[in-house]
Each structure stands twice: as structure tokens, then as C-alpha cells.
């Protein structure tokens, strides 16, 4: 051993000892050993892709678990017929080779829209789509694009021919028969331009209603699809299963930087409050002081959304569900009047963050390191309540988030811990 | 109505977690049996049998009786809460949809976002009076893998 240690250096020795006989340095200084509370093991071990518990059954759409309707799904989700120029699929924003998402602040479809498009991995998991939340269930989200004005543009009778002239047999095999077109319009819906609603009005309200169950079936075979679509295993899921294990040689997956990354994550920089589970995710909503795009006319997130979740025609109680009413539990027991609500967003997946840059809801920041300072900053916010403790108010309920910029550093590298491959599978 | 021990129920083991130094009051009550505000009931609240996981809705039961015992028929509550540690309030918005053949109450609509400290508070309404009610329970971190 004599000859070894003069042969290494004693910081080299340091980290052999370390591997070879589990001896801890404290805070972690060498070689990625790190000491950790039981009660840290535990937070760590919660925190496991492996602890994802399966995607909720949504009982609103019984296709969601169809292998035909996943693959018709799949093939609605990259058909660029779906828009009112042939060139918006929804894979045009939410595209395979990029995170299912686009990389830009704010989407871009037929126009600009006024936030960023949001990976759809995992999505299953989460009672309330979009950043606001102004859809309860995977199918219904997947309409609200396809029908507005600055993404596809199109409307649901135009789409209800395209079905019928390409994808008829696929979906009379899930769905049953499609209703006669013939002598409905082209162009028509509740949503259009003044042409389309005046041809939507004009319509029989069975007509209205046989088209619209067309354009619901849609939703509910792209729902399909985007169900199997989940993030993989990560170097931090490595090491956090190495943790559990007590084995310290594979905790080296994690570098040092990485480790105190992981250390502020859980502990002081507050993040595990809200991107918690395996998902790093609470899929609720907050106000942490995001600076609105335009301050004049700041984005009020879910305050706004709430409305209009309760009176859309596609929600889990609407006559294109398949849920009995009992089965609505989150619209009939949604939160609609606090006013924490107020420019509160939806907590996204910290999976793959480093993936898809710029972030936030309008992609205001672009880069990690420029998330953590405005969280390290805490700022008032511009609309509503920031939910964060500014360092300088004494905030009764929470403690300030306070990180130098080495911390704020290290959080960044330890959030780039956090990706791994996107994983199509079975709905 | 035998009672479990509720507090054990929830809060698991006095080594739940709680993330960002937010540790809960050592003393707080985790009773989930005690006299309303002004002493004009008493209320025991019943969590699910099995602890539901976090984000997982589920139902709990409100037990309503008179200072004397007496069960108390047709009550209306407004239900609040939240987590005084994190200044949010509750994830959804829970709310009493029916009173049980055995004279409870069904509280449904109840979720926990995530594991510590989490307030339940009751405003009654009833023919005897009106009154308010709060609780604490403390919810675990899940403990699966370890």
C-alpha cells in the first residue's frame, strides 16, 4: 500500500479508499462518492424512472389502449392534409427527431402562436394538456391545435373529408361507419374563419354532431399514439438505482458537479418542491415570476384556462366522452377560483430539459443556467403572485432560494444528468 | 366506530420527508379526531384504508357528531387547504357529495401533489350551528424500491 499511496498522491488515494471500501467523503468531494442522508436516499430514490407508476387509464376514450387506433394516431400525427395550407402537421411542432417538440420560443404553424410547444413524452401522465391546462385529456388536447387559427388552421368539417377520402377503412375498422359527406360543405366549423361558422351554423344539428364525432375519433387515435410515447432511463436514474443499491463503483455515472447539482436539487434550491416523482413533475400549476412576453398584456396561464375547460365540448363530461360523469373526477373537483391560479403555469417534465432549449412557457429563457438565476433571483411577478419568497421579503410560508453562481452552475450541469432517449412504444 | 391510528396512516413513519429543509412543526397534531373551533362538534375525519398515492384522487369520510354525540344529519361543508410550508393551496377542490347510510360523510376530490405537511379545513354548516375545523396529516414521500 506504501508503494501504491507514493505512487498516487493522496487525493488519488482518497478515491481508492473510497470505491474499494465505501468510505464517503463528505459533500461529496471526490470522485462522485457521495454521503447521503437516509432521508436524501429517499427523496433520490422517489425521484427513479423505474417508480413511474403506468399511465392513468383515461376513461374518456376507450381507443386509448388499440394498437389500430395508435397506428392510425401515429399516421394523423404526421399528415400535413391536416391544415388549412398542407404544410402544419402536428409533428411540426412536436417533431420525433427534436424531443417532440420544435426548439422555438413560441410555436409556429400557420402563424405565431404566444407559447412554446411542449413535449408530448409522457404526457399520459398528466390530468390537465397544454401549459395552462385548458384540456383534460390527451385526445381533447390533441383538437385544440388542429382547429386554431395560427397552427393548422383548418376545421373540422374539411378534416372529416380528408378522412373519408384517405383514411376510411382504418377508421371504420376502430370507429364504425363514417356518416354520408356528400352534401356537406368542405369547409365549416364552430371555430373558422366567418364563411366556415356561417356553413357550420347552417348545418343539421345531427350533421354538426356526426362531424364533430369524426373530428373527436381523430383526437382519440392521435391520444392513442402519444400515449406510448415516454422518456427512457437516465444517467441520473442510473446512479439514483446505484444509491438504492449501496453500490458505490456505479455511482460514478455522476460527476462531481453533477452530484452537487443533485445535492442543491433536493436540498436548499427548493426544486424537488414542484418537479417532484419520476417524472419531476407535480403536473400542477404555479406563479414563480416568469416574466410575461409582453408586460402590458401578461399571459394569465391556468386563471384563464379554467372556463374553458369546463365548457369544452371535448371534456371528460361532454357528449363525445366515453366516461360516465362519476368517472370526471378532475373537472368535477378542479380548483377554479384561487388566486394563486393567476399566470400560474404547469410544472413541465425536467426529463430531457437539456434537450430542448429555450424554456419556460414562452421559451423566455435560453438557456438551464438562465432558469436556475431567475429561480436563485425570484423575482415579483408581473402578473399575480410569485409562490417564490424573494430574498429580500420576509415570506412567511417558504424560505428564499439563495445560490451563488457556482450553485446555479451546478444545478444546470446536474439538470443535463437527466436525459435519455425518447422511447415510441405501445399505447 | 373503531378508528384506525390514523396519524400512522399517512405520515408513515416520523422519517417522512420533506424537501427543502421543510421540516414540519415537531409538535404539530396530527389527531384527525377533534372539537371544532367554537366546541360545537366534533368531527373525525377517515382517510382511505390503503394510503393513495401522490397526484392519486381519492375519497375520504367526515365522522359529524354534536358536543354530545349526537350524529349530525344534513350538514353542508366548504372544504380548504393546503401546504402552509409551500404557500399553495390544495392541488384540487375537494368537496362533500353525500352523506352515507351509516350517517358520514363523503368527502371526494381529495389529492396530495406531494409528500409533508398538508392542512385540511372544514367550515360546517348545520341546523345546530356553524363552525370550523382544521386538520394536519403529514404525507409520505412513496418508499417503493428501497
Known amino acids: 500500500m506504501g508503494v501504491v499511496a507514493s505512487r498516487l498522491g493522496p487525493a488519488l488515494l482518497a478515491a481508492v479508499l473510497a470505491v474499494v471500501g465505501g468510505i464517503g467523503i463528505a459533500e461529496g468531494a471526490i470522485w462522485g462518492i457521495e454521503r447521503w442522508t437516509a432521508d436524501e436516499r429517499e427523496l433520490i430514490a422517489s425521484l427513479r424512472l423505474n417508480q413511474l407508476a403506468p399511465a392513468p387509464a383515461d376513461p374518456s376514450n376507450r381507443y386509448e389502449r388499440l394498437p389500430a387506433a395508435a397506428e392510425l394516431g401515429r399516421r394523423l400525427f404526421n399528415d400535413v392534409r391536416f391544415s388549412r395550407n398542407q404544410a402544419v402537421a402536428c409533428a411540426s ?159 460514478q455515472v455522476l460527476s462531481a458537479q453533477e452530484l452537487k447539482g443533485l445535492r442543491l436539487f433536493i436540498g436548499k434550491g427548493q426544486c424537488i418542491t414542484c418537479h417532484s416523482g419520476p417524472l419531476l413533475s407535480d403536473q400542477h400549476f404555479h406563479n414563480t415570476g416568469v416574466p410575461p412576453l409582453d408586460r402590458s398584456r401578461p399571459d394569465r396561464g391556468r386563471a384563464a384556462a379554467t372556463a374553458k375547460v369546463q365548457r369544452d365540448e371535448f371534456n371528460c363530461l361532454g357528449p363525445f366522452s366515453d366516461a360516465n360523469p362519476q368517472q370526471c373526477q378532475e373537472l368535477r373537483f378542479m380548483v377554479t377560483d384561487d388566486p394563486k391560479l393567476e399566470a ?69 450541469v446536474f439538470l443535463g444528468a437527466l436525459s435519455g432517449p425518447v422511447v415510441e412504444g405501445k399505447p | 366506530m373503531p378508528y384506525r391510528p390514523l396519524s400512522l396512516m399517512l405520515a408513515g413513519s416520523s422519517l417522512a420527508l420533506f424537501a427543502g429543509c421543510s421540516t414540519p412543526p415537531p409538535d404539530l397534531d396530527l389527531s384527525l379526531q377533534h372539537p371544532s373551533a367554537n366546541g360545537r362538534f366534533i368531527v373525525a375525519l377517515q382517510p382511505p384504508p390503503k394510503p393513495p398515492a401522490i397526484n392519486q384522487l381519492h375519497a375520504w369520510q367526515i365522522r359529524l357528531t354534536t358536543a354530545e354525540g349526537a350524529t349530525v344529519q344534513g350538514a353542508r361543508f366548504t372544504v380548504d387547504g393546503g401546504m402552509p410550508q409551500h404557500g399553495h393551496g390544495l392541488p384540487t377542490r375537494p368537496q362533500v357529495t353525500q352523506q ?17 405537511w398538508w392542512e385540511i379545513k372544514l367550515s360546517i354548516h348545520a341546523a345546530e350551528g356553524v363552525d370550523k375545523v382544521s386538520f394536519n396529516t403529514v404525507v409520505a414521500q412513496p418508499k417503493a424500491g428501497l
Not at chain 1, 401522465?125 to 383534460?136: I, Q, T, V
Not at chain 1, 434537450?355 to 414562452?362: D, E, F, I, N, V
Open chain 1, 93 to 251: 411542432c412536436h417533431a420525433p427527431d427534436k424531443q417532440f417538440q420544435d426548439g422555438l420560443p413560441l410555436g409556429k404553424g400557420m402563424g405565431t402562436g404566444s407559447r412554446r410547444a411542449m413535449p408530448i413524452m409522457g404526457a399520459a401522465h398528466s390530468p390537465w394538456l397544454f401549459w395552462d391546462g385548458r384540456k383534460d385529456s390527451l385526445w381533447s388536447q390533441a383538437l385544440g391545435p388542429l382547429e386554431d387559427a395560427v397552427e393548422h388552421g383548418g376545421n373540422r368539417a374539411r378534416y372529416a373529408h380528408v378522412m373519408q377520402a384517405h383514411y376510411r377503412a382504418d377508421y371504420e375498422a376502430l370507429f364504425g361507419p363514417l356518416p354520408d359527406l356528400a352534401r356537406l360543405p368542405q369547409d365549416a366549423g364552430p371555430l373558422g374563419d366567418g364563411a366556415e361558422r356561417a356553413a357550420w351554423a347552417a348545418m343539421a344539428p345531427a350533421a354538426r354532431e356526426q362531424v364533430s364525432r369524426v373530428f373527436a375519433n381523430m383526437g382519440k387515435a392521435i391520444a392513442a399514439y402519444e400515449r406510448g410515447l415516454s422518456y427512457g432511463p437516465s444517467r441520473f436514474d442510473r446512479y439514483a438505482q446505484a444509491v438504492v443499491a449501496n453500490d458505490p463503483s456505479a455511482q
Open chain 2, 100 to 116: 352515507l347510510p351509516d350517517g358520514s360523510y363523503l368527502l371526494e376530490g381529495m389529492k396530495f401533489s406531494m409528500g409533508g
Open chain 1, 344 to 412: 400560474a403555469f404547469k410544472t413541465p417534465s425536467l426529463r430531457n430539459v437539456a434537450l430542448r432549449p429555450p424554456y419556460m412557457h414562452a421559451g423566455q429563457f435560453a438557456s438551464l443556467d438562465e432558469v436556475v438565476a431567475h429561480y436563485a433571483k425570484s423575482p415579483a411577478a408581473v402578473a399575480g403572485v410569485s409562490e417564490l419568497a424573494s430574498a429580500g421579503a420576509g415570506h412567511a410560508e417558504r424560505k428564499p432560494i439563495r445560490l451563488s453562481a457556482q450553485e446555479i452552475s451546478d444545478l444546470a
